[in-house]
């Protein structure tokens, strides 16, 4: 190989896509063919009678020192071990070595032919992260068949409850149409019936018989009231009404005239925010603020006219109250309904919302109308709450989550020559 060949075999050899030397028993290269020259970046007269071991590099020394000679002694060939070159620069070319051990006479000579695979590795990296993108799929699909599993999983105990809701919902419409007409008509004839009693009738019972038909007429009418008031009470969890934008500040004004008209007494000062508009039920949304007025007028102070101040607030809230570690932030109003009356002891505010419990059994209402106000809240995606100190008086908060926004001042109208809703200081309408 030291000179140009006519032979095209030699010729082939010479220029073989692979580089081909030879080395014999003693470790000396005899023989380099172009290829590798080329792969190496040396000159001819430089690498033949040298040591095999400086085409090496350090580490691929030692390999051959301790597995490719040993191998080559024991077997006669190696084939596909993996080595790195050393190149005039000192970069490392890696390649993959076949060698065999001829005999030559009394001579031995290793022939060895070396593969370039300098784009192994890239490939190699690139089926790595294909590999690695594979598995990465795959553990996603598991992952969202997992899911998928999970939500019919929910989806079928989802189907199971509303199964079971709506089987209680039935029950208590049925109870509600009991309370509504077989317990109702009773009530009313016999209340009708004990107001039939003439002056004169009346004159011929004796004293403990006009106490008793007196007793009579007002449990009846209270119980007519209970039975009222049960009614809606139970009538909240039908949600046929259907949802529309209500304007709170007109409800607000419409809740205090029914106040008045109810006997509850007049509402004389009352000082409100700007409300705004919600979509929701607007005769569910009625009831709310008529009991609210309806409970600070009846608890205000004795010898001081009912005090009340509405204000509202526009802030961000979660709209998950449920389900853990789930957020989703929208525009709720928070409104605050505020007197100066009676107050409630720290100890009964646990239970002010539950129906049929009332603080004092004296104290005037039935116990339902917080009751109604905390379930037409809830039906309204909302929350309430209460806070009080005894002798100063009780504030409400509502949380009503918006879809709409008024931004502008109004007032709630009144029969009196003094505006209904006095000017704050500032309207409380803002972004919180």
Do not use: W
Request: proline share 4%; hydrophobic share 40%.
């Amino acid at each position: 190989m030291s000179a140009l060949a006519a032979d095209p075999q030699e010729d082939l050899l010479r220029r073989a896509p692979c580089g081909l030397f030879a080395f014999s028993a003693e470790g000396t290269l005899v023989a380099v063919n172009d290829t590798l020259l080329e792969m190496l970046d040396q000159a001819r007269e430089d690498v033949l009678g040298q040591p095999v071991s400086t085409l090496l590099t350090l580490a691929s020394r030692m390999f051959y020192e301790t597995h490719v000679f040993p191998l080559l002694q024991m077997h006669g060939r190696v084939e596909e071990l993996s080595l790195s070159l050393r190149a005039r620069s000192g970069e490392a070319v890696p390649v993959l070595l076949n060698a065999v051990r001829r005999e030559a006479g009394a001579d031995t000579v290793h022939h060895c032919a070396v593969m370039s695979v300098r784009e192994r590795g890239r490939y190699e990296d690139e089926l790595l992260k294909a590999r690695h993108a594979a598995q990465e799929a795959l553990r996603s699909n598991e992952a969202l068949t997992q899911a998928r599993r999970e939500l019919e999983a929910h989806a079928r105990e989802l189907d199971q409850k509303l199964s079971l809701l709506e089987l209680r919902n039935q029950e208590l419409t049925r109870v509600s149409t009991v309370l509504s007409q077989d317990l109702r008509d009773p009530v009313r004839q016999l209340s009708t019936f004990a107001c039939l009693f003439t002056r004169e009738d009346r004159l011929g019972l004796s004293l403990t018989g006009q106490r008793s038909l007196e007793r009579i007429k007002t449990v009846s009418a209270r119980l007519e009231q209970l039975v009222v008031g049960l009614h809606q009470f139970m009538a909240l969890d039908s949600l046929e009404e259907p949802l529309e934008e209500v304007d709170l500040l007109e409800t607000v004004g419409d809740a205090r005239q029914r106040v008045a008209e109810m006997g509850a007494g007049r509402v004389t000062a009352l000082r409100c925010d700007a409300l705004p508009i919600v979509q929701g039920r607007r005769r569910q949304l009625m009831m709310l603020f008529y009991h609210l007025l309806d409970n600070a007028v009846k608890f205000h102070k004795p010898g001081e006219a009912p005090r009340i101040d509405i204000r509202c607030q526009i802030l961000q809230q979660n709209s998950f109250r449920s389900i853990k570690d789930r957020y989703h932030y929208t525009d709720f109003a928070r409104i605050t309904v505020a007197d100066q009356g009676l107050g409630i002891d720290r100890q009964y505010l646990g239970y002010v919302f539950e129906v049929l419990r009332k603080l004092d059994e004296d104290s005037p209402g039935l116990g339902v109308g917080l009751a109604i106000c905390r379930k037409v809240v809830e039906n309204h995606q909302g929350s309430l709450s209460v806070e009080s100190v005894p002798g100063e008086g009780t504030r409400f908060t509502l949380l009503l989550p918006l879809r709409q926004r008024v931004a502008s001042r109004g007032e709630v109208s009144q029969d009196d020559p003094a505006p209904a809703c006095p000017p704050a200081e500032e309207p409380t309408v803002a972004k919180g």
